[in-house]
């Protein structure tokens, strides 16, 4: 059996990793402690000792974890106490938010190309290579979950 603190200590690279992405560091421990801890539920009791970090941090990450679509909120069998989990379908959900962020990426870029078409101060040629990147990346992510859905 793997140690509490090899787990916590896992929990807390995908802190860090949060944090690279720009999402707080507790979300990410949160989310990393959720993929290895035992029960696969925890209340936010359980969270707050796992990763001694302040119950309302807690209670605010798992907000946002849930808005995202990771976590889901459960009711625990016999208690008052909210349990939470990953969900099921996050690791879909996870690239489907990546699906969606680069079509806004294609569609500010298509902008970029129609106002540089009228605008000869604007070269175009930068945001043309841009769009393209971009709506690559859309066709190409939406094959992958499409592949995904179909295994």
Not at 24 to 45: D, F, H, K, Y
Request: net charge positive; glycine share 6%; with cysteine.
């Amino acid at each position: 059996m793997v140690r509490a603190d090899a787990r916590v200590g896992y929990a807390r690279e995908w802190g860090l990793l949060f944090e690279r992405q720009g999402l707080p560091r507790i979300a990410g421990a949160m989310w990393g402690w959720l993929l290895v801890c035992s029960p696969p539920e925890q209340t936010q009791e359980q969270l707050v000792q796992a990763l001694d970090v302040a119950k309302g941090s807690v209670s605010t990450n798992a907000r946002l974890l849930e808005r995202v679509g990771f976590i889901e909120r459960v009711a625990g069998a016999g208690s008052r106490s909210a349990r939470y989990r990953i969900r099921p379908d996050a690791f879909e959900a996870l690239m489907l938010e990546k699906l969606e962020s680069t079509v806004r990426w294609r569609r500010l870029a298509d902008r970029g190309v129609e106002l540089a078409t009228r605008s000869p101060s604007i070269r175009v040629d930068r945001l043309k290579v841009l769009r393209r990147f971009y709506a690559f990346m859309e066709k190409e992510q939406a094959a992958v979950i499409a592949r995904w859905r179909r295994r």
